[in-house]
């Protein structure tokens, strides 16, 4: 591969034109339809318009448009805005409406990681199309994916005053806006700053709810609601009864010590309330749990309780569960609906009668119904709709909120950890519990890896994703019909394949915290995914047990497989720690032995961890017997080192020692078409104080040496694609900051210049994080994302354009042309349309001119409808030959046109083209393009206005009429005092040069007298 030296001002150069350069638009980006696949965690509808609002933990919020989801937090900004997708609460202003709704989200999760962005106040004036961050606190911090995210909600507006918010924190108390969020202070009466409810992550402030049926005048003189409750995370529940001047915590009710209260709702003068038992552990459940209800009394901290739980025992669905979601009827006092938290929505409890003192619960299940024949009038049957990859496997499924629809009140919509969940009518015979054609749009599925092998049948994608292990998309507009293995629920971490050998596939899976459970997984195929089997794992004995990591496989030989494992786990069942040791098979994984050499006596530093996704091992793509790591010793340096093997992984040679930064997560990619050629980048690198984190290094000897593409500032996601163009190099992908522009870039000259895609609203493009480029069809690129699945777009192939002509000045004979050997060193190595009268801000750039090139020349791609209209330029060489070529043919010499990336192909258009010195030429038709055969404007019948265009060169060649020294259009007057301005001007780049011999003499004059008051078409003046 041609190794390319950037220079300093060359680089500044290519960075003003990648800020100035109209990007390129992919054309059809497209959410893959997996549906779901993530924590629905709270639902709000608006009272009147019925708009529905969902958050998410790491999803962001999204609007139900009656037929689809939109995600409001998509094209809101760049990875700065990443944690507005993690969100904490969600409220409205129930006073807004039509397109006009107000909406406020609380966003972020620097409650688990300190290091995060501030967590941020969020207010939408418009339905959530666009978001303002409001002046919230910057030390209050959120948790949007943290434990008690279930909760809520947190953030309320009070419906008898709307400039009046409440936000109940996690360790800071409880806040209050009187501006409509403009501005915040915390409530110094509030008894407690909250709790942590016996979790890793505080719980804090749970929900704040009011009681809209009588107001006050506050200590401020507005007038607001008289009642506002406040759940507290092991603190039972706070009131203030005169619109939240003083507070008191309610007596009685359920042991807080027990109990925590978790969601509720005050409506027709009570407030219900569910409570989860002491938080157990991560999977959010607790024992048991209870549903209260409590009569207030006039005075704040009394009132009656009464517990209204459905009763355990009296039939078999009744068990102990902790509670979460809970709605009362708009319009029936008696009718009320509770969700267990980890069963729903394949449980669901209401009852018809909760004001009396004994309600009889009724139970919504697709159970079968002898499971409660001893309760047959208790139960309801129904059915339960969900994506075919399974979804719905609800006795492990997270509950997040249930609502009723005021505008169908016979409708509820319910939220869990898979997505959304619709009830059309609850009062039907046999009750349909659906997801399926009520999910388009939710895309939640946070992609740690894609890959898309090469393979004359057209491989599909394959999704590795974090809780869901991985999917094989055999459609990308269907939704998967399984999982890469059915029955697992961990983290998809890696998968690989052999380049040459495309249909062979290893996916690794892991729960991320004890391997010896069975759960975790290495699954291998041979036929593209059809079919699955396990992988052997080093051992059958707990202290051998391999877990998670990375994996490679070699590029020639399907036996031939490298695993690096994740480190520092503990396997509980029998207490040793696992073997973290590379190891590496020579029969296809049926047999492991320990790496040579890369088997540090400290042993190897974790690399990535059990939920995202690190790639520190490597096969290259070209030899079959070379793989790559990137390793670190575990001891107190933590050195970095990176290492080869040119013997299928058996002993390994050390290459460099703190040749990069020492990151967790390196991601390493061989380039497929050559060997040796290595790329690295590290993921999840937002936070990060050393700039190093952030580059893209390049080797070009298997890591011996590394550099850093300095015209790309920043990457986040790196990926190879098949060539664009006809050339030895695959295109490359990256998603970063090059030039102050955060953008999805891609180059085809192996990251010499890059061009920008642009991406639709669609795209969230604070949430990309992987990405691949399909080996097979040149253009199309897909994104993973943190959260929101799996975009895909097509970049626009060029256009192939063949075109030939040549310089009256510089012609010779027979077609050909010549200059000095001093003209073609002065010639720029920018493009030189970059001024009056072309304006061309294209960014073409030569290391040299090759030594047949002649000069630059501006070749135009023209609508064939209105020929004076230029669709794309592009500065290309003009060869001795006459030949018009890309700039692309410095490394590929058999390219034989130009390439335009914005033309729709195998359509017809106009081609014009011009010189610094020369008059223009138009074709004088249009043409289908691309053009197998070379337009030629040496010929009288190839050009717009045939001889009155051309010269005469004899032979039958005709040749461009040279002396328009300003370029306007015409040979006039002008153009000889452009050229007494520059006579005598010598060795130098000047158009005043007709014979390109690097000097302005009386030759030039000579050349120029004969065309005299000739006249360019009229399409193609200035």
Not at 434 to 445: F, I, V, W
Not at 662 to 682: A, C, G, K, Q, R
Not at 853 to 866: G, N, T, Y
Request: net charge negative; charged share 15%; proline share 5%.
């Amino acid at each position: 591969m041609k190794q390319h030296i950037l220079t300093l001002n060359l680089l500044l150069f290519i960075g003003l034109l990648l800020a100035s350069a109209p990007s390129l638009l992919a054309q059809n980006w497209q959410a893959t339809n997996f549906q779901g696949m993530g924590f629905a965690d709270g639902i709000v509808i608006h009272p009147s318009s019925s708009n529905i609002y969902v958050r998410t933990d790491v999803s962001g919020v999204f609007r139900w448009d009656g037929t689809s989801w939109k995600g409001l937090m998509d094209k809101q900004g760049d990875k700065t805005r990443k944690h507005w997708y993690q969100v904490e609460s969600i409220a409205i202003d129930p006073t807004t409406s039509g397109s006009s709704q107000v909406i406020y989200a609380a966003c972020g999760n620097n409650i688990v990681n300190i290091n995060a962005a501030p967590a941020v106040m969020l207010k939408s004036t418009n339905n959530g199309e666009t978001w303002t961050e409001l002046n919230f606190p910057i030390n209050v911090r959120m948790g949007g994916n943290a434990e008690w995210r279930h909760t809520g909600e947190r953030l309320a507006v009070d419906p008898n005053n709307t400039n009046y918010l409440y936000f109940g924190s996690r360790e800071n108390g409880l806040w209050r806006s009187t501006n409509a969020g403009s501005s915040w202070t915390q409530i110094a009466s509030f008894p407690t700053t909250g709790d942590n409810g016996n979790a890793p992550h505080e719980g804090g402030l749970s929900f704040v709810v009011f009681d809209d049926s009588s107001t006050a005048n506050n200590d401020n003189g507005h007038n607001v609601s008289r009642n506002v409750y406040v759940g507290v995370i092991g603190g039972g529940i706070v009131r203030s009864s005169d619109g939240g001047d003083t507070w008191c915590t309610i007596n009685g009710g359920p042991d807080v010590n027990s109990y925590n209260p978790v969601r509720a709702v005050f409506a027709h003068d009570v407030l219900y309330v569910t409570y989860n038992a002491d938080y157990i552990s991560r999977t959010e459940v607790g024992s048991q749990g209870a549903v209260y209800q409590f009569d207030p009394n006039i005075t704040c901290n009394s009132g009656t309780w009464t517990d209204k739980t459905p009763p355990p025992n009296e039939c078999p669905a009744y068990e102990s569960y902790s509670w979460t979601g809970l709605a009362v009827h708009p319009t029936n006092s008696n009718y009320i609906v509770a969700m267990p938290h980890h069963k729903s929505p394949g449980k669901i409890f209401y009852t018809v009668s909760i004001n009396s003192t004994n309600p009889t619960w009724k139970i919504i299940t697709p159970e079968s119904a002898s499971t409660y024949s001893s309760c047959s009038s208790q139960y309801r049957a129904s059915s339960l709709s969900v994506p075919s990859w399974g979804m719905g496997d609800y006795e492990n499924d997270f509950s997040g909120g249930i609502v009723f629809n005021p505008a169908n009140t016979t409708q509820m919509w319910l939220t869990t950890g898979s997505g959304v969940w619709k009830i059309a009518n609850f009062n039907a015979s046999v009750i349909s519990i659906e997801s399926e054609g009520y999910m388009s749009g939710m895309e939640q599925s946070f992609v740690n890896q894609l890959i898309v092998p090469p393979a004359p049948n057209n491989n599909p994608l394959y999704v590795a994703a974090k809780d869901l292990f991985g999917f094989r998309l055999n459609s990308l507009t269907n939704v998967p019909s399984t999982k890469l293995s059915s029955g697992a629920t961990l983290n998809g971490l890696n998968m690989t394949y052999s380049y040459q050998n495309p249909n062979t596939i290893i996916a690794l899976g892991t729960n991320g915290t004890n391997p010896a459970n069975g759960s975790d997984k290495a699954l291998i195929t041979s036929n593209g995914g059809v079919s699955w089997s396990n992988l052997n794992t080093f051992d059958s004995g707990c202290s051998k047990l391999a877990v998670g990591g990375n994996i490679a496989i070699s590029a020639a030989s399907t036996s031939k497989i490298v695993w690096a494992p994740l480190s520092s786990l503990t396997a509980s069942t029998c207490g040793e720690v696992v073997d973290t040791h590379p190891h590496y098979s020579t029969n296809g994984g049926a047999s492991w032995t320990q790496c040579a050499n890369i088997n540090f006596s400290d042993g190897n530093a974790a690399l990535g961890n059990g939920e995202y996704a690190a790639k520190p091992l490597e096969a290259d793509k070209v030899n079959g017997n070379k793989f790559y790591y990137y390793a670190a010793r575990q001891n107190a340096s933590m050195a970095q080192e990176f290492w080869r093997s040119t013997n299928g992984g058996a002993t390994w040679t050390l290459r460099c020692s703190d040749c990069l930064p020492y990151i967790t997560d390196p991601v390493v990619e061989s380039n497929p078409y050559e060997e040796e050629d290595l790329w690295l980048h590290f993921q999840n690198r937002e936070e990060t104080a050393d700039p190093r984190d952030l580059k893209l290094y390049h080797s070009p000897d298997g890591g011996l040496n590394w550099e850093t593409l300095e015209n790309i500032d920043t990457i986040y996601a790196f990926a190879f694609g098949a060539p664009l163009l006809p050339s030895p190099n695959p295109t490359m992908y990256v998603y970063g900051v090059a030039g102050e522009i955060e953008a999805l870039f891609y180059s085809v000259d192996m990251g010499d210049l890059w061009t920008r895609l642009e991406l639709d609203e669609s795209i969230p493009t604070g949430l990309i994080n992987t990405l691949a480029g399909d080996m097979d069809l040149p253009g199309r690129v897909y994104i993973g994302t943190a959260g929101r699945g799996v975009f895909y777009g097509d970049v626009n192939v060029p256009v192939k354009v063949k075109a030939k002509t040549v310089l009256t000045g510089a012609y010779s004979s027979g077609g050909m042309m010549s200059v000095t050997d001093e003209f073609r060193g002065r010639i720029r190595n920018e493009q030189p349309y970059n001024r009056t009268p072309w304006f061309y801000v294209g960014n073409e750039v030569i290391s040299s001119p090759p030594n047949n090139m002649v000069d630059w020349i501006l070749i135009e791609v023209r609508s064939a409808a209105d020929n004076y209209q230029i669709l794309e330029q592009k500065a290309a060489l003009l060869l001795e030959n006459g030949n018009i070529v890309d700039i692309a043919y410095l490394d590929n010499p058999s390219i034989d046109g130009v390439y335009f990336n914005n033309i729709t192909p195998n359509m017809n258009y106009y081609i014009s083209i011009k010189h610094r010195n020369h008059m223009a030429l138009l074709s004088g038709s249009a043409i289908s393009l691309p053009n197998a055969s070379s337009h030629n404007f040496m010929s009288l019948s190839g050009i717009f206005g045939s001889s009155s265009q051309l010269v005469d060169l004899g032979s039958g060649y005709y040749g461009m009429t040279p002396g328009d020294f300003d370029s306007d259009g015409t040979i006039t007057v002008n153009d000889f005092n452009e050229y007494v301005i520059q006579a005598s001007i010598i060795n130098q780049y000047v158009d005043g040069d007709l014979d390109l011999n690097d000097s302005v003499t009386v030759t030039d004059l000579n050349i120029y007298r004969p065309h005299t008051s000739k006249i360019g078409v009229p399409q193609i003046r200035y």
